[in-house]
């Protein structure tokens, strides 16, 4: 019978991926491997006061979702992760060492810090609604005004 493995993780990058080869690497076989670390931070309550609490996970993500993340994967971004834990063990000077690292199956661009530290909500900082003032022409998003679709096509 197979165990359960499975991590969801939200959190923040703590570094640029692709500035060294440790981070971002093609295999011999041609395989992309991109290495990245993230922050997730965790509020407790410690008597009357709230306390912040950060753990750091190191996660590797594979293949063409490597390749393709490349460019976004900068300090401060906020992505999600899905994936399964992985325990490397080896020893070193006559000591037993071992490493959990998450290996990642799902990543998910979320909210980071565009040019200007402000904070976006992904794409949503390209959209410029019309000020409140600017009556809003219904032609101008497929709208009419005159008639009301009956047949929903769902």
């Known amino acids: 019978m197979t165990d359960i493995n499975h991590v969801t993780l939200v959190g923040r990058l703590t570094r640029d991926v692709g500035a060294d080869e440790r981070s971002f690497a093609y295999l011999p076989s041609g395989q992309a491997r991109a290495n990245v670390s993230i922050a997730v931070n965790r509020s407790r309550k410690n008597g009357d006061q709230w306390v912040e609490e950060v753990s750091y996970f190191d996660v590797t993500i594979w293949g063409k979702q490597a390749e393709s993340l490349k460019p976004y994967l900068t300090k401060g971004k906020q992505i999600a992760i899905e994936g399964y834990?992985?325990?490397?063990?080896?020893?070193?000077?006559?000591?037993?060492?071992?490493?959990?690292?998450?290996?990642?199956?799902?990543?998910?661009?979320?909210?980071?810090?565009?040019?200007?530290?402000?904070?976006?909500?992904?794409?949503?900082?390209?959209?410029?609604?019309?000020?409140s003032s600017e009556p809003m022409d219904p032609a101008s998003y497929g709208g009419d005004t005159n008639t009301f679709l009956e047949d929903i096509p769902f």
Not at 101 to 110: M, W
């Open 85 to 131: 834990l992985r325990q490397d063990r080896w020893e070193k000077d006559g000591q037993k060492q071992s490493r959990i690292t998450i290996t990642a199956t799902n990543v998910q661009l979320l909210g980071g810090k565009a040019e200007g530290g402000q904070q976006t909500g992904g794409y949503a900082s390209k959209f410029q609604p019309k000020s």
